[in-house]
């Protein structure tokens, strides 16, 4: 089926003049408005204006007119990242009525690519909680069980792509939401090294420091093809890194036979359900196939979540705090809690926080001088009901309140590049992810591992039966 393809097939079949920009806006159109009220991804949908553009790059290509490298491919936006006409709420009441007057620095390069906007992804309210639900939008689903949900806070983002609603989706990342979503929802998530994309085009940040923008997709190449059009440094972003030498896309090619990887299915301090560390394992045991020498590890590191959660919650009050207690009751009361613990963090806690955040790093770095690769499950649970908070007990024992997603904000606060790959499915048909994680800036590496897991375990052809 035509909303299948790939982003790459797509882009192929226009260069060819097989495929009318039109007909696949058409058809990705078409496929929202059957699964939507299902699954509740899309909180804004822009047929007329992803149809107008359809036709813009329709006319392109009758022409013969260059053609960026996504022409005519529909993507879709998380409802944090600005887009320029198109309403961005941030999954807030308080935002309800707001129209950017500009385009995220991603936006505009996925734009100026050829890419079709086809609407907005549901996120949590400005991304704070890593489920996809808010008051002025509701709960997302997932498509592989709709009581349950698909994570997030890109949930709306990874359902898209799982649910064959296009084949690329922007999203954030500031403690695992592109990553937890992908894994929960069977999709393809990158986290680019921070700083690798430039993540200007949004409203205040509690993730200041953390946040990385990146791809959703059903393949590895796509995600590869959409990082070479959005990564490199721009000044509006100060932290934001040098274009790369070479294409991602290419790198997916790259040699893995050689390298030293390391899986560990706890860090050493987490819980995780037996049926994640199961897949999650089996899928790291791969790389020997693939000519890598895997260790079993326990890194050693403490458990970064106390200092973790005292800088985001400082963060969020900073960004926030002015909002309450007047607009209260608009908001979603996990926020109001939040952002209320943020008001108990003193500026001493803050900075030291900081200082464990470089200590951290310290050990990390240490460890993966011996290792080019760190495998370990995605998330440490099987997706949840929907519109229920995340489980407090894993395996008979109980957990902190980020337990059950110990694995993924570690990698915020380092900065290094991280994907979730399709590990498996569990015997009732719900995925489960494992997480590839790089030395720091080694982005070329993760996406050359995760094709090659790509190729050796296949995953975009299996599809909920929606």
């Not at 879709?76 to 620095?105: C, N």
């Not at 359902?159 to 393809?188: E, H, K, N, Q, W």
């Not at 959409?226 to 294409?247: F, K, N």
Request: hydrophobic share 45%; aromatic share 8%.
């Amino acid at each position: 089926m035509l909303i299948w393809r790939s982003a790459l097939e797509i882009g192929d079949l226009i260069r060819a003049k097989k495929l009318s920009p039109v007909e696949i806006a058409d058809a990705v159109l078409s496929r929202i408005d059957a699964i939507n009220p299902i699954l509740n991804a899309f909180c804004r949908v822009a047929a007329d204006r992803a149809r107008a553009a359809a036709r813009e790059a329709e006319i392109a290509v009758t022409k013969g007119e260059p053609l960026g490298p996504l022409h005519g491919v529909p993507v879709s936006i998380k409802d944090v990242l600005f887009t320029r006409g198109l309403p961005t709420t941030g999954g807030s009441r308080l935002f309800a009525d707001h129209v950017p007057d500009e385009d995220a620095i991603a936006v505009a390069r996925l734009k100026a690519a050829g890419a079709i906007v086809i609407g907005k992804t549901n996120t949590s309210e400005f991304g704070h909680k890593a489920v996809t639900e808010n008051p002025l939008f509701g709960v997302t689903k997932n498509p592989w069980n709709p009581a349950l949900t698909p994570g997030g806070s890109s949930g709306g983002a990874a359902v898209a792509v799982a649910s064959g609603c296009g084949p690329v989706a922007l999203g954030t990342d500031g403690g695992g939401s592109i990553r937890i979503p992908a894994a929960f929802c069977g999709a393809y998530g990158f986290k680019p090294s921070y700083g690798r994309v430039p993540d200007r085009g949004g409203f205040p940040s509690g993730f200041a420091h953390v946040s990385h923008v990146g791809p959703l997709t059903r393949t590895v190449r796509d995600a590869a093809l959409v990082l070479d059009v959005i990564a490199g440094g721009d000044d509006r972003d100060r932290r934001s890194l040098p274009r790369e030498a070479g294409s991602y896309l290419d790198a997916c090619d790259g040699r893995v036979k050689g390298l030293n990887i390391a899986w560990t299915p706890d860090l050493g301090y987490a819980r995780a359900d037996p049926r994640v560390t199961e897949l999650a394992g089996d899928a790291a045991a791969e790389f020997e196939s693939l000519g890598c020498h895997v260790e079993v590890v326990n890194p050693g590191w403490e458990d970064p979540e106390g200092f973790f959660g005292t800088m985001i919650a400082a963060q969020f009050y900073a960004a926030w705090s002015d909002r309450l207690p007047e607009a209260e009751a608009e908001m979603d009361p996990t926020l109001v809690k939040f952002i209320r613990r943020g008001g108990a963090v003193t500026a001493r806690d803050y900075v030291q926080a900081l200082g464990r955040v470089d200590a951290y790093w310290r050990e990390v770095h240490a460890f993966l001088e011996r290792f080019d690769l760190l495998l370990m499950p995605t998330v440490a649970v099987l997706p949840f009901p929907a519109g229920q908070a995340p489980p407090r007990e894993i395996a008979g024992g109980g957990v902190s309140v980020l337990g059950w997603m110990p694995f993924t904000f570690p990698f915020n606060l380092t900065g290094q590049p991280a994907a979730s790959v399709p590990a498996g499915w569990t015997g009732d048909g719900l995925p489960v992810g494992l997480q590839i994680v790089g030395r720091r800036h080694a982005d070329a590496t993760v996406l050359a591992a995760s094709a090659a897991f790509e190729e050796a375990r296949p995953w975009s052809e299996r599809r909920p039966a929606l």
